[in-house]
């Protein structure tokens, strides 16, 4: 009986060497520094993508540099009860000389401390020019690729049937392998939140009968804008045209009429060609938008200052000389656009 008490003795504190020792062994590898084989950019980078586990987020992050083996990684998570809860996306360690443990890297990958990039979407642009930025985008995945663009406007959930100045200029941060159509939904409603407040604030004498007119007004403002102190007046001009049933007489809406066949050159043809954005040969508004408008242009087209102005001519420097009537203007044309005195 003694032997056997001695025997279940001897096991039980060889059980107890090694829980511990692999209670240590687990603690070290937990919490040593890992060591890391960066990429030419000076640091690891990786990207988990959905439903890949525990496991395959081990293996991805050892056959990108990290130097740990993935079975132990995998084991470190489990016993601690976070392998159910990796989240995807694309993460990055080492930079700036950057140390990092085991328990780290599970945190990171257990807490989405995902890796984010970002596009700059300008004023300006056209939603053409909008969907070769993103799709030239490396770090996006481009859902939108063979869609049309009224494919694109239902799967964001928009109600308008042309797209052109619907999406907020901004800079938009996100993980490496969003989505296209996320951006470009972030931006829809970025427009539409800013635009909607901008309209419950507006200058209730602007002769708008909607948002939408407001933002093809805007549009118009953010393509005739060289400098950003003559934005106000350059909104003026056109809502006083507008009141008075004068024709606006823009040459950027002709320009985004003639769609791709425009060769950089604005012919006089081309301002005689009726088309619906011939603002020459029609009155009112445009459409549509013809560009996406700033939030500077859509206050002042929203708010123009009070003004009796009608006409403005570009001095060549990238502002613009302002006239109350058509001798004024006349005069301004020939001096900074003939070379006369």
């Known amino acids: 009986m003694k032997r056997h008490l001695k025997r279940l003795q001897l096991l039980l504190w060889a059980g107890i060497l090694l829980a511990g020792g692999f209670a240590a062994w687990m603690a070290w590898f937990a919490f040593a520094a890992v060591p890391l084989k960066l990429n030419p950019q000076g640091v690891v980078d990786f990207d988990i993508r959905q439903g890949l586990g525990l496991k395959g987020a081990a293996q991805?992050?050892?056959?990108?540099?990290?130097?740990?083996?993935?079975?132990?990684?995998?084991?470190?998570g489990r016993l601690a009860g976070k392998d159910?809860?990796?989240?995807?996306?694309?993460?990055?360690?080492?930079a700036d000389g950057e140390q990092v443990t085991a328990w780290q890297l599970l945190q990171k990958l257990t807490y989405g401390d995902v890796t984010q990039t970002r596009i700059v979407i300008v004023e300006g642009k056209t939603f053409r020019e909008l969907r070769a930025q993103l799709d030239a985008h490396p770090d996006l995945r481009h859902d939108t690729a063979g869609l049309s663009d009224a494919e694109i406007l239902g799967l964001i959930g928009a109600n308008e049937s042309h797209p052109e100045g619907l999406f907020f200029p901004d800079t938009y941060l996100f993980a490496r392998q969003t989505r296209d159509l996320l951006i470009l939904q972030r931006a829809y409603h970025g427009m539409q939140r800013r635009l909607a407040s901008a309209w419950e604030n507006r200058d209730p004498a602007v002769p708008y009968k909607s948002p939408r007119e407001a933002l093809i007004m805007a549009s118009i403002v953010e393509k005739e804008t060289g400098a950003p102190a003559d934005r106000g007046k350059v909104a003026s001009v056109f809502v006083n045209r507008l009141r008075i049933g004068?024709?606006?007489?823009?040459?950027?809406?002709v320009i985004y009429g003639l769609g791709t066949s425009f060769d950089g050159n604005l012919r006089k043809r081309d301002l005689l060609a009726d088309t619906s954005y011939n603002t020459y040969t029609r009155g009112g508004l445009p459409p549509t938008p013809i560009a996406l408008p700033g939030m500077a242009s859509i206050e002042a087209a929203l708010s123009p200052p009070?003004?009796?102005?009608?006409?403005?001519?570009?001095?060549?420097?990238?502002?613009?000389?302002?006239?109350?009537n058509l001798e004024e203007h006349n005069r301004a044309v020939n001096k900074y656009q003939r070379g006369g005195k």
């Open 246 to 253: 004068m024709r606006l007489q823009t040459d950027p809406t």
């Open 84 to 94: 159910r809860n990796i989240q995807a996306g694309s993460y990055e360690v080492g």
């Open 60 to 76: 991805v992050m050892a056959d990108a540099g990290i130097e740990m083996p993935p079975w132990q990684f995998a084991l470190l």
């Open 306 to 324: 009070k003004t009796d102005l009608l006409y403005f001519v570009a001095r060549g420097d990238g502002s613009s000389v302002f006239s109350r």
